[in-house]
């Protein structure tokens, strides 16, 4: 599950607006924070999720906080969360009798996120402050099946859509072995959202923010594809190698599969959804990555991924759109010696397009998108977050259009046809256990759907999307 978020403020009317909430709307935040603490609290502060049950280790082995991975994560993953400290219920297989292996425990799992939204101005006639219990419910089957064979797979409930949906998921098969003399990690791995299955938190699926505001409606209209639109809307699987504890490697194909249609799937979907994109034969996605611990502190990774995908909108024939996307990441990690980490992440991504089935003014288009996290890690019990995120492209009056006065939702218009956003995330989160974290979120807009003031044609500034995002996140 990745997704939550927030924004700022500039102009005139909105410093005094601000002032205002930071006086009187912010002490009712406190309020409502510290009531839904005390409601959803567990009675015990211990991780108790599946995969800690599955290993008798705490969250902290392998969270830096929730879902930032740690080295011990990183591996519990790419063994295909079959490590294991329990002792399984066990029957050896023969040529006529099936193997068993069941652990001693449910490998189930809850999260819960119920959130509190603030936006500098909202949409007309919105409410404001949104308040939402529960912003999402998450059911997880996750943990080992066989010795070899483990699995993290996810519904998810949504406050927004009031409904149970399978979402992303990843199940995988693995084997060790050597090569050279080196060790040899080789899995089988299955899923339906590209860079889900990855194991760095630079990747869109697992980037930050890790939890993101979904009744405010802000986030930037134009984004590429492997940074979201196809996640739940593709299955497909694949091969990948971890060698010498250094170089990764994955290849993958996927298909087209579009949930909640009727069956079989026409390839018709809303105008502009993930839905309307249908993949010609399989599209291609491969990963590639180098890690490195450089002393007893200091660790590095550096990679590329990428996915082909050639599609027909908003139909099963005709002509095509084809999509290159290629993009680069890094991960560093510091552990400092009072017990404390720090952590940066960061991934670029360039995308290529050839529109000849998607509405667009031109054909060819470019769309690149930049972010960078850093985190600092007082031991497992606060984290303290920044980073800016920037996306800018080719414009398009069509495929980025400006919604006219009346004629639907104008914060979704883009001024100019130019899909250029800049802004930056802050969060400060608080761990009263390592299952259950309360944090505060801010996002501001300096550039939104094209332009800093009146993007929509009708006096929205960029800065009026900004967001405060308070929330209340268990894991047991």
């Known amino acids: 599950m990745k997704s939550l978020e927030l924004y700022s403020d500039v102009g005139h009317p909105g410093r005094d607006r601000w002032r205002l909430f930071v006086g009187k709307k ?5 309020v409502a924070m510290a009531s839904l603490t005390w409601w959803f609290s567990p009675s015990s502060v211990n991780a108790l999720s599946s ?30 969360y079959t490590l294991t400290a329990e002792k399984n219920i066990k029957a050896e297989g023969t040529s006529k009798t099936a193997e068993l292996s069941l652990p001693q425990f449910v490998p189930l799992s809850a999260s819960l996120l119920t959130s509190l939204t603030y936006t500098r101005l909202s949409k007309p006639n919105a409410q404001d402050p949104s308040v939402e219990v529960p912003q999402g419910l998450n059911l997880w089957l996750a943990g080992q099946i066989l010795p070899n064979f483990g699995e993290a797979v996810q519904i998810t409930y949504t406050a927004s859509d009031d409904h149970f949906s399978f979402d992303s998921s990843d199940v995988r098969y693995v084997f060790q072995t050597t090569l050279f003399g080196e060790d040899l990690i080789v899995g089988i791995d299955s899923n339906n959202n590209p860079t889900f299955e990855d194991v760095w938190n630079s990747v869109p699926a697992w980037g930050f923010p890790f939890a993101s505001a979904d009744s405010a409606g802000f986030a930037p209209g134009a984004t590429t594809l492997i940074d979201g639109p196809l996640a739940i809307q593709v299955v497909g699987g694949g091969f990948y190698a971890l060698f010498a504890d250094h170089l990764y490697v994955l290849a993958e194909i996927y298909r087209s599969q579009h949930l909640g249609v009727t069956q079989p799937d026409t390839g018709v979907g ?53 999509y290159l996307d290629l993009a680069a990441d890094l991960t560093y990690e510091l552990t400092l010696g009072n017990g404390d980490s720090i952590s940066v992440h ?30 600092y890690h007082l031991g497992n019990r606060f984290t303290f977050t920044a980073g800016p995120f920037v996306t800018w492209g080719t414009s398009d009056s069509l495929l980025y259009a400006v919604v006219p006065p009346g004629g639907g939702d104008t914060t ?35 550039i ?24 209340i996140w268990i894991n047991y």
């Open 448 to 471: 939104f759907n094209g332009a800093s003031s009146n993007y929509d044609g009708n006096g929205r500034n960029a800065s009026d999307n900004n967001t405060i995002y308070a929330f």
């Open 346 to 375: 960061s991934t670029f991504i360039y995308e290529s397009s050839d529109l000849e089935s998607t509405p667009a003014s031109v054909p060819n288009h470019t769309l690149e998108t930049w972010r960078l996290d850093a985190n």
């Open 270 to 322: 809303p105008t502009g959804s993930p839905e309307s994109i249908n993949i010609q034969y399989v599209a291609p996605y491969w990963r590639l990555a180098w890690q490195q611990q450089v002393g007893t502190n200091n660790y590095f990774e550096i990679g590329t991924y990428g996915i082909y995908v050639s599609s027909t909108y908003n139909s099963l024939g005709g002509s095509t759109d084809t």
């Open 51 to 80: 995969f800690a049950r599955q290993t008798s280790q705490s969250c902290g082995t392998c969270h830096y906080s929730f879902p930032e991975l740690t080295p011990t994560g990183r591996e519990f993953k790419l063994n295909g």
């Open 412 to 446: 979704a218009s883009f001024a100019n046809g130019s899909p250029n956003n800049l802004g930056y995330i802050a969060q400060a989160a608080f761990w009263p256990g390592q299952n259950f974290q309360i944090a505060l979120q801010y996002r501001g807009f300096i």
């Open 26 to 30: 912010g002490m009712a935040i406190a």
